[in-house]
């Protein structure tokens, strides 16, 4: 039963109505707010609406050090985090590759769990762990050493944060991994064998080309995440000591949220769109010429 | 034959060490939440039952509705999923079966999108959404994730692969490109669905940043929000009360891991090949 409209039209209408509830909102929630933060980043929030004057948001952020220490904090956790974490992963994932090993899903499903966990209540555990006399501290006192004060040095606050991630996103990153080693035929690996490769040639010839995009993928996620990073310092650390552990978001945030300056907050929001778009290209770049 | 062995035994023991610091924080959490405050910092308690679950319920309650930040974080969690599995199966459909002028175009911008973070719109979302009277509403926070773009991408790959015949049949029969949408295509993308509800729950439910700018009710705050006003530095509490407070954020997340365990790491998986 074919109503009024002709078929030709109901098919040009069509994609249009499937389409079009995600794209009302996406209009709604995702490209305007893009366009009206731009303006915003160059003037200044008053009275319902955005009075302009120039650059000086922009200008404030690049003399801001309290801006550009973030920044530094920032870079200073990702780049010893995400290495960390990568290489952990990738350990992991191939022992749950390995023939050698039995009973694959308990130790998946385990160090799966700690991805399951929200942001913050791991961060109430492990700043709890870390307090001067918590676990961490009295197993540390316990094996003889004297106990570390995470929370009043400045690397040891920087390393809590990388540990914490670390925690819980390798088995995040293992899983994903082990999804792109499952997809090597072993028939590679036998063939090397026979050739007279060793266990530890083979992962460098064949595991490590032939993983390559899904490492990528993995850093360029892990990368992202680290530029994001907001609930850990908010919460272990309150960007303490002396502001050490402060990243980009969690500045932006304060700056946003608590003095309410939003013409800064939207120029930072660039800054950091800036930083993620670089940081993937470079890295995506990387990867191409590796393959070259 | 020797040296295998020895592989084995290194590989179980790198694996168990690995295995025991993913779920130690999980066992101290739920031990300390019997704990108090002098138990939760001594040694000698760290592997035992506390005696102080219910005061330590009663603290908890004394400070937060917690029982309301519970239901906040399912039903916000629960609309969004809902909301998500039919905003981007549509879109999805519209893309991959149709062709229409601006297709590729579109497509390409939403990915786009991808790369701005959510978090970087919250100045603009905040002073939209109080013009709009939906601030401290859980409409807000919802409205804010659903444009995420990762879900139609996901559901235009498996529809892709969907039989063209299939739906060239129903239109013959007369069947309307809604009716065909909803039941014959839809029934049969139950992995790529589960998958991406269980990504978008477990994202919903973990969601902090943007609640903790929206909502100032406490009655209305997800658990992640109204933990995280208990962890404040200088807010007395006592510890065990906020790891009982852990527990219940961690519990609903967990029941839902067991019984859906399976599809939970093969949607990681999913996400991680197509994304």
Not at chain 1, 192 to 208: E, K, L, M, P
């Amino acid at each position: 039963m074919r109503t009024g409209m002709s078929y030709k039209r109901k098919m040009k209408l069509a994609p249009w109505c499937f389409i079009g509830p995600f794209l009302i909102v996406f209009l709604l929630f995702t490209v305007y707010p893009v366009f009206y933060s731009v303006a915003l980043s160059f003037g200044t929030y008053k009275a319902g609406s955005v009075k302009f004057f120039g650059l000086r948001n922009y200008r404030y952020l690049l003399s801001d050090k309290t801006f550009l220490q973030s920044i530094l904090n920032t870079f200073k956790i990702g780049i010893i985090q995400v290495p960390l974490m990568i290489i952990l992963a990738l350990v992991f994932a191939c022992l749950l590759n390995s023939k050698l090993v039995k009973g694959k899903g308990f130790f998946r499903m385990a160090i799966f769990i700690p991805v399951l966990i929200d942001a913050v209540s791991y961060s109430v555990i492990f700043s709890l762990l870390f307090n001067d006399q918590g676990f961490i501290n009295n197993m540390i006192s316990r094996l003889g050493f004297t106990p570390a004060s995470w929370y009043t040095n400045p690397w040891l606050a920087t390393m809590m944060i990388v540990i914490a991630q670390t925690w819980k996103w390798t088995g995040y990153n293992t899983i994903i991994i082990l999804s792109g080693l499952q997809n090597i035929p072993s028939e590679l690996y036998e063939a090397a064998a026979i050739d007279g490769a060793g266990r530890i040639q083979q992962f460098f010839s064949i595991t490590i080309p032939l993983l390559k995009n899904m490492i990528l993928m993995v850093m360029v996620t892990s990368v992202n995440g680290a530029v994001q990073m907001f609930t850990e310092p908010n919460i272990i650390t309150h960007g303490g000591p002396t502001g050490s552990t402060t990243t980009v978001m969690k500045y932006l945030y304060d700056m946003g949220f608590k003095n309410f300056n939003f013409g800064i907050a939207c120029a930072g929001s660039y800054v950091i769109v800036l930083i993620v778009v670089v940081l993937t290209l470079i890295q995506l770049r990387a990867g191409k010429e590796d393959a070259a | 034959m020797k040296k295998s062995r020895l592989a084995a035994a290194v590989s179980y023991a790198v694996l168990f060490v690995c295995v025991i610091c993913a779920l130690f924080p999980y066992l101290w959490t739920f031990l300390a939440a019997t704990h108090t405050n002098a138990q939760v910092f001594h040694f000698d308690y760290t592997f035992r039952l506390g005696t102080n679950l219910i005061q330590n319920y009663h603290d908890l309650l004394e400070e937060l509705p917690i029982w309301n930040n519970l239901f906040s974080s399912l039903f916000v969690a629960t609309v969004y999923t809902v909301l998500v599995l039919l905003l981007d199966s549509m879109a999805g459909y519209g893309f991959a079966q149709y062709r229409f002028p601006g297709r590729n175009i579109l497509f390409v911008i939403i990915l786009a999108a991808m790369m701005i973070p959510a978090q970087v719109l919250m100045v603009p979302l905040y002073i939209q959404f109080s013009k709009m009277a939906l601030t401290d509403t859980y409409a807000g926070i919802i409205l804010s994730g659903l444009p995420g773009a990762f879900g139609v991408f996901l559901m235009r790959q498996s529809m892709l692969s969907f039989p063209r015949e299939l739906i060239e049949a129903a239109r013959i029969d007369g069947s309307g490109e809604a009716k065909t949408f909803f039941t014959i295509v839809i029934p049969n993308m139950k992995p790529a669905l589960t998958s991406l509800a269980i990504l978008s729950f477990v994202n919903q439910w973990g969601n902090y940043y943007v609640p903790l700018v929206l909502l100032n009710t406490k009655e209305k705050y997800t658990i992640p929000v109204a933990i995280s006003l208990l962890a404040q530095p200088n807010f007395d509490i006592n510890y065990g009360a906020l790891m009982l407070g852990a527990c219940m954020a961690v519990l609903p997340i967990m029941v839902f891991f067991l019984i859906f365990q399976r599809n939970f790491i093969e949607g990681m998986m999913v996400g991680a090949v197509k994304g």
